[in-house]
């Protein structure tokens, strides 16, 4: 299976179907971006740190790596930063460009895997703004390993990611508050589940899911020449499992040379 056009197609419908992730932000939102006052998030729900980003945004070359959605792009944007969106879904692009014609926004939007940023040349950025979308890759190497090229010197990779135990459960029992273990790690939606779980398990047209090992997440990071300087977990609102471990982790990494 090409999972690169399959979760393209997933995510358009994502969008039809009014993913929470694919609404665009409000005219407020960015009218108090503007004025200096803006979150963002690369989890579930808790913002990002702001000394993360360098102290002034204005100016700063951002890339909003499978962030695509008409969310964080455009609230970096209206905040000062020069914002480019990659994404694999042509829907999600569009919310972007919805943002930025409506308010005035300079974005530039650009489709393709997250893994082949051969669009850009090196050092191309400062800034890359990487959600939990590595979820939707079998491999998250490449990821890293192209966004540390795109990077200038002392530039800056924020990531965040889900936990993987949460995919070592059984998913139907998971969603019933059960947690009982079934899947070695790393997990896919295409090799730890038969056709027919799938079809019962995951809601139709679902984008396809990988989990990554600690080893790929954070030391696929190290490999590559990134400095690991802050790290935070998030616990997402109504989920049980929240209240023995975090459901994702972010982290902020530095390229050195």
């Given amino acids: 299976m090409d999972v690169v056009e399959y979760n393209r197609k997933a995510w358009d419908k994502q969008v039809e179907t009014g993913n929470p992730w694919t609404v665009p932000v409000s005219p407020e939102i960015i009218a108090a971006a503007r004025r200096g006052e803006w979150s963002v998030v ?18 700063v070359e951002v890339l909003c790596l499978a962030a695509g959605g008409g969310q964080q792009a455009p609230i970096l944007a209206a905040a000062g930063a020069k914002v480019t969106v990659f994404d694999n879904s042509p829907a999600q692009l569009a919310r972007d460009r919805e943002v930025a014609e409506r ?8 489709q393709g895997d997250m893994a082949d940023l ?25 990821v890293w390993k192209e966004a540390y090229r795109v990077l200038r010197k002392g530039g ?22 059960i947690f009982q273990v079934r899947h070695a790690l790393p997990y896919s939606d295409l090799h730890n589940l038969s056709a027919e779980e799938r079809k019962q398990q995951l809601p139709e047209d679902a984008p396809l899911e990988f989990s990554h090992t600690y080893e790929s997440l954070i030391g696929g990071q190290l490999e590559v020449g990134f400095l690991l300087s802050a790290f935070y ?7 049980r499992i929240g209240e023995y471990i975090p459901n994702y982790f972010a982290t902020r990494a530095v390229k050195q040379s």
């Avoid at 690369?42 to 100016?59: Q, S």
């Avoid at 051969?118 to 490449?142: Q, Y």
């Avoid at 977990?233 to 989920?239: S, V, Y």
Wanted: net charge negative; aromatic share 14%.
């Fill in 42 to 59: 690369l989890t579930a729900g808790k913002a990002v740190p702001r000394n993360w980003f360098p102290e002034k945004l204005e100016g």
């Fill in 103 to 110: 308010e005035g926004l300079e974005i530039v939007t650009v």
């Fill in 118 to 142: 051969s669009a850009f040349t090196d050092g191309s950025f400062e800034l890359v703004f990487h959600p939990v979308s590595n979820v939707f890759v079998p491999d998250v190497r490449p």
């Fill in 156 to 177: 800056v990779l924020l990531s965040g990611f889900m936990n993987p135990v949460l995919f070592t459960f059984d998913y139907t029992l998971y969603k019933q508050g």
């Fill in 233 to 239: 977990e998030d616990i997402q609102p109504g989920e």
